[in-house]
């Protein structure tokens, strides 16, 4: 098997974990290239990946378009400003690379419907990082619910209570701003608004009310969010949504609650089982799926990757396809429009 050549564009915050994505999955792919418009971060991630990776000879490049013109490659890997994540898909795919793509996809949904048709267009394929997916308690919630464990399924919550302070805002400019990143419902707590649309009616959805506020921090969109989703299924989805926790981040939980089944998912960022009942029994009930992670980030990059190179190997969707990606940003749109600031 022939390895997938990979780029990174953007190398900021959240870059690194994507290159031990690719360091874990070595024997699949490799990283030709690295781009971003400051040159040192962009040589940071080449000097953690050539560390890793013995005879690695990893570009540089401040320029994307020069890269797809210079580099023959099979994936760019997108981290930048989530404004610009539609424009540099599109000119991906047609330059003839799949992508993969930081939450959210993008910022509109017109934007979203235009990389899908790209992608159809092209042959290239999507994935969006909700990595989340991935974490193996999620995934184990996610067999019960396949298997029919929960009987009709009521309700479910969201609860990310972290905190982000001035120093992270000012880091980075456009973080907060309603042209390239939107409020901590749309950075902070995209992933989780995913899993629970995953779980509860895959965004087939009847109705939203939501409220928002910026409590404390000097930024254009909100520090806190709060969502209730009618599913057309039925179910009842909430989410509370904070980045103005004192003093530290506190929790990410998902919580599931059916007729027949309770299951809270919880730790930092969804990695802990902390209740897990059933009305009937199965043998991998008593599986222990917790898992230890360093970051909010958690661990779930690298089988995101795997399931992504498998993908385009087997000529399959992958997990988090364009489809999949855009529900929960449509979600989040959708609560922007009902709660104006």
């Given at each position: 098997m022939t390895k997938l050549r990979f780029a990174i564009l953007g190398c900021g915050r959240i870059s690194y974990k994507h290159i031990e994505a690719l360091i874990n999955n070595i024997e699949?792919?490799?990283?030709?290239?690295?781009?971003?418009?400051?040159?040192?971060?962009?040589?940071?991630?080449?000097?953690?990946?050539?560390?890793k990776v013995q005879g690695s000879d990893v570009k540089v490049y401040t320029d994307y378009i020069d890269m797809l013109e210079k580099e023959q490659l099979d994936v760019v890997t997108i981290a930048t400003e989530s404004g610009y994540h539609a424009k540099q898909a599109i000119e991906c795919m047609n330059s003839g690379a799949h992508v993969l793509i930081e939450k959210p996809m993008a910022l509109s949904v017109e934007d979203a419907d235009k990389m899908i048709a790209v992608s159809k267009e092209t042959g290239r394929k999507i994935c969006v990082s909700h990595q989340n997916r991935f974490n193996p308690p999620i995934q184990k919630l996610r067999r019960a619910i396949e298997e029919g464990r929960f009987g009709r399924i009521m309700s479910g919550t969201a609860r990310i209570l972290w905190t982000r302070d001035m120093n992270y805002y000012k880091q980075a400019p456009w973080r907060g701003t309603a042209a390239l990143d939107g409020g901590t419902l749309m950075n902070q707590c995209i992933?989780?608004?995913?899993?629970?649309?995953?779980?509860?009616?895959?965004?087939?959805?009847?109705?939203?009310?939501?409220?928002?506020e910026t409590f404390l921090r000097d930024i254009e969109m909100e520090d806190f969010g709060a969502i209730l989703i009618r599913f057309k299924n039925g179910s009842i989805g909430i989410v509370e949504g904070s980045a103005v926790v004192y003093p530290k981040n506190l929790e990410e939980t998902l919580s599931i609650f059916g007729e027949k089944g309770t299951v809270v998912i919880g730790g930092l960022a969804v990695n802990e089982i902390k209740t897990w009942q059933f009305a009937d029994e199965r043998d991998y009930d008593k599986d222990d799926t917790s898992t230890d992670i360093d970051s909010v980030y958690g661990e779930g990059h690298t089988p995101l990757y795997k399931d992504f190179i498998d993908a385009i190997n087997d000529n399959r969707e992958p997990l988090v396809n364009g489809e999949e990606g855009k529900k929960a940003m449509e979600i989040i749109l959708r609560a922007y429009e009902v709660s104006p600031k």
């Open positions: 699949y792919a490799e990283l030709a290239a690295v781009c971003d418009i400051d040159e040192s971060k962009a040589v940071e991630r080449k000097e953690q990946y050539e560390a992933h989780n608004i995913d899993l629970l649309q995953w779980m509860l009616g895959g965004a087939e959805i009847e109705r939203i009310h939501a409220e928002r």
